[in-house]
Nanobody, 125 residues
């Protein structure tokens, strides 16, 4: 069983930065891709960013490209999401996610089997 615990959310002003962390446990972290999703009130959960096990492959949603940076530290079994130039429309609960299979890669919810409890990010204008 995989456990994912997010942290680092909070209330910030537009233009500020935040760094989210997701600590994983329960299996060998370094063999699996990881991803961040977010869900705003009344909206579907949407893809934000994904990173391969080695960090050599990274994808971002168009809405965050150029502002957000995903990274990972396999020794610490942690994936990060650095969020710069935050906008009010970035307000959401942010979730990290992991797939069941080492070879899995995807930009949709269906590609991931394990989810954290989420961390709230609120950006005021």
């Amino acid at each position: 069983q995989v456990q994912l615990v997010e942290s680092g959310g909070g209330l910030v002003q537009a233009g500020d930065s935040l760094r989210l962390s997701c600590a994983a446990s329960g299996r060998t972290f370094s063999f699996y891709s990881m991803a961040w999703f977010r869900q705003a009130p009344g909206k579907e959960r949407e893809f934000v960013a994904a990173i391969s096990w080695s960090g050599s492959r990274i994808d971002y949603a168009d809405s965050v490209k150029g502002r957000f940076i995903i990274s990972r530290d396999n020794a610490k079994m942690t994936v990060y999401l650095r969020m710069n130039s935050l906008k009010p429309e970035d307000t959401a609960v942010y979730y990290c996610a992991a797939p069941q299979k080492p070879t899995a890669w995807g930009l949709t919810r269906e590609a991931y089997n394990y989810w954290g409890q989420g961390t709230q990010v609120t950006v005021s204008s």
